[in-house]
């Protein structure tokens, strides 16, 4: 049996076949372009905070940050991403975020979400690459990395900072007036109205 070269293949299609090929990548195309709208995919590119409110869940970790001594000079990603080099960054957010995307599709989303290993490294790694002076020369703990606390060689930082920069509670009940910037709906006005 004789293998034909790709540009063959298409060749001998007939017109439908060829319709039908496009169309269905057409389709397929079109449909992830509108799932990455929706999810507002976009937003997270950036470093604006109120890309995080995206998710409802978050909702209270914005508002406690916003009235936090941290909001005047930190983003979330200066926390909660790694700065080593914009490829591990932009690899970490791209990782997280489709953890948090399939926990949010299937589901199994928390209402009080937990930072795992690997964030909690990035946090901890961002508090020391922020607080250097302070943690070398003020305090002189030295520099305790986060796998070091694991097995009991140091504490994290927020072992004695917890109120920084969420809050005790991290709930809205923290900061009961605290104003969020909720996403408008992807969904445009005129299909709103059709579905009322």
Known sequence: MKILPKFQIWDNMSRLQKVAICSL?????????????MLRAHTYLGDDP???VNCHVMTPYYATWMHSSHSQNATCNDCHVPHENMVRKYAFKGVDGMKHVTALVMRQERMSPKIGDDGAQVVMNNCIRCH???????VNTGKVDY????????????????????GG??????TPDAIVPVPKSAVPEWLQGMMK
Request: hydrophobic share 35%; aromatic share 6%; net charge neutral.
């Open 25 to 37: 990548c057409g389709i397929v195309a079109g449909g992830g372009a509108l799932f990455l709208y």
């Open 50 to 52: 109120s890309a995080c």
């Open 132 to 138: 250097t002076e302070l943690n070398t020369t003020m």
């Open 147 to 166: 796998m070091m606390t694991k097995v009991g060689e140091g504490k994290v930082c927020w072992d004695c900072h917890r109120q920084v920069p969420h």
């Open 169 to 174: 509670t991290n709930s809205l009940a923290s």
